[in-house]
Protein backbone atom coordinates (compact mmCIF):
# COMPACT_ATOMS: atom_id res chain seq x y z
CA UNK A 1 0.00 0.00 0.00
CA UNK A 2 1.04 3.51 -0.62
CA UNK A 3 -0.39 6.60 1.05
CA UNK A 4 -0.40 9.63 -0.72
CA UNK A 5 -1.56 13.43 0.70
CA UNK A 6 -1.47 16.80 -1.37
CA UNK A 7 -1.21 19.77 -0.14
CA UNK A 8 -0.13 23.43 -1.74
CA UNK A 9 -3.59 23.93 -3.35
CA UNK A 10 -5.03 27.32 -2.59
CA UNK A 11 -6.49 30.52 -4.75
CA UNK A 12 -4.42 32.49 -7.25
CA UNK A 13 -4.99 35.30 -9.38
CA UNK A 14 -4.65 34.31 -12.93
CA UNK A 15 -0.95 34.87 -14.22
CA UNK A 16 0.32 33.59 -10.88
CA UNK A 17 2.06 30.28 -9.55
CA UNK A 18 0.87 27.75 -7.60
CA UNK A 19 3.17 24.18 -6.28
CA UNK A 20 1.65 21.33 -5.26
CA UNK A 21 3.38 18.83 -3.16
CA UNK A 22 2.07 14.42 -2.84
CA UNK A 23 4.01 13.15 -0.24
CA UNK A 24 3.99 9.10 -0.02
CA UNK A 25 4.66 6.88 2.74
CA UNK A 26 4.18 3.48 3.10
CA UNK A 27 5.75 0.79 0.05
CA UNK A 28 8.72 1.73 -1.64
CA UNK A 29 7.71 4.98 -3.29
CA UNK A 30 11.09 5.24 -5.52
CA UNK A 31 9.68 2.66 -7.76
CA UNK A 32 6.40 3.68 -8.56
CA UNK A 33 5.71 6.03 -11.48
CA UNK A 34 3.67 9.04 -10.20
CA UNK A 35 1.10 11.17 -12.10
CA UNK A 36 -1.13 14.43 -11.52
CA UNK A 37 -4.51 14.07 -12.83
CA UNK A 38 -7.21 17.21 -11.90
CA UNK A 39 -11.03 17.21 -11.76
CA UNK A 40 -13.49 20.31 -12.39
CA UNK A 41 -16.67 20.18 -11.51
CA UNK A 42 -19.26 18.28 -13.41
CA UNK A 43 -15.98 17.25 -15.87
CA UNK A 44 -14.70 13.88 -16.19
CA UNK A 45 -11.17 13.30 -13.94
CA UNK A 46 -8.31 14.51 -16.74
CA UNK A 47 -4.28 13.40 -16.95
CA UNK A 48 -2.24 17.09 -16.25
CA UNK A 49 1.21 14.88 -16.17
CA UNK A 50 3.48 12.01 -15.08
CA UNK A 51 7.03 11.42 -14.02
CA UNK A 52 8.89 7.66 -14.67
CA UNK A 53 9.91 6.54 -11.00
CA UNK A 54 13.68 7.95 -12.18
CA UNK A 55 12.55 11.19 -12.99
CA UNK A 56 14.32 10.95 -16.34
CA UNK A 57 10.96 10.88 -18.04
CA UNK A 58 7.75 13.40 -17.78
CA UNK A 59 4.31 13.50 -20.03
CA UNK A 60 2.55 16.84 -20.03
CA UNK A 61 -1.36 17.00 -21.00
CA UNK A 62 -1.54 19.59 -24.67
CA UNK A 63 -3.00 22.01 -21.82
CA UNK A 64 -0.35 22.36 -19.29
CA UNK A 65 2.78 22.16 -21.34
CA UNK A 66 5.41 25.10 -20.73
CA UNK A 67 3.53 26.39 -17.78
CA UNK A 68 3.26 23.14 -15.47
CA UNK A 69 6.15 21.12 -14.37
CA UNK A 70 6.61 17.68 -12.40
CA UNK A 71 9.47 16.66 -10.73
CA UNK A 72 9.96 14.04 -7.69
CA UNK A 73 12.65 14.08 -5.08
CA UNK A 74 12.85 10.18 -4.45
CA UNK A 75 14.99 10.96 -0.81
CA UNK A 76 11.39 12.92 0.60
CA UNK A 77 9.66 10.63 -0.81
CA UNK A 78 7.57 13.84 -2.40
CA UNK A 79 6.32 14.41 -6.52
CA UNK A 80 5.79 18.02 -7.00
CA UNK A 81 3.42 20.05 -9.76
CA UNK A 82 4.86 23.33 -10.06
CA UNK A 83 2.08 25.39 -11.67
CA UNK A 84 3.20 28.87 -13.28
CA UNK A 85 0.94 31.59 -15.60
CA UNK A 86 -2.66 29.80 -13.91
CA UNK A 87 -5.82 30.16 -15.87
CA UNK A 88 -9.16 30.03 -14.70
CA UNK A 89 -10.00 27.04 -17.15
CA UNK A 90 -6.95 25.08 -14.47
CA UNK A 91 -9.40 25.35 -11.39
CA UNK A 92 -9.96 21.94 -9.97
CA UNK A 93 -9.43 19.75 -7.56
CA UNK A 94 -5.86 18.23 -7.95
CA UNK A 95 -4.83 14.56 -7.13
CA UNK A 96 -1.75 12.58 -7.22
CA UNK A 97 -1.59 9.17 -7.91
CA UNK A 98 0.98 6.06 -8.07
CA UNK A 99 1.35 3.12 -10.10
CA UNK A 100 2.33 -0.10 -9.18
CA UNK A 101 3.31 -0.86 -13.49
CA UNK A 102 6.40 0.47 -14.50
CA UNK A 103 6.55 3.55 -17.38
CA UNK A 104 4.53 6.37 -17.06
CA UNK A 105 0.83 6.00 -17.51
CA UNK A 106 -1.56 8.85 -18.58
CA UNK A 107 -4.87 7.13 -17.94
CA UNK A 108 -6.49 7.17 -14.63
CA UNK A 109 -7.17 3.98 -14.71
CA UNK A 110 -3.58 2.88 -14.60
CA UNK A 111 -2.87 3.95 -11.38
CA UNK A 112 -3.76 2.47 -8.16
CA UNK A 113 -2.95 4.62 -5.07
CA UNK A 114 -4.70 8.35 -4.93
CA UNK A 115 -4.44 11.22 -2.43
CA UNK A 116 -7.29 12.85 -1.43
CA UNK A 117 -7.02 15.56 -3.93
CA UNK A 118 -6.34 19.93 -3.18
CA UNK A 119 -8.39 22.45 -4.41
CA UNK A 120 -6.75 25.06 -7.11
CA UNK A 121 -8.54 27.70 -7.62
CA UNK A 122 -7.61 30.68 -10.33
CA UNK A 123 -9.30 33.40 -10.29
CA UNK A 124 -9.99 35.92 -13.56
Known amino acids: QVQLVESGGGLVQAGGSLRLSCAAS????????MGWFRQAPGKEREFVAA????????YYANSVKGRFTVSRDNAKDTVYLQMNSLKPEDTAVYYC?????????????????WGQGTQVTVSS
Open 97 to 113: AAARQRGVPRRWYEYDY
Open 26 to 33: GRTFSYNP
Open 51 to 58: ISWGGGTT
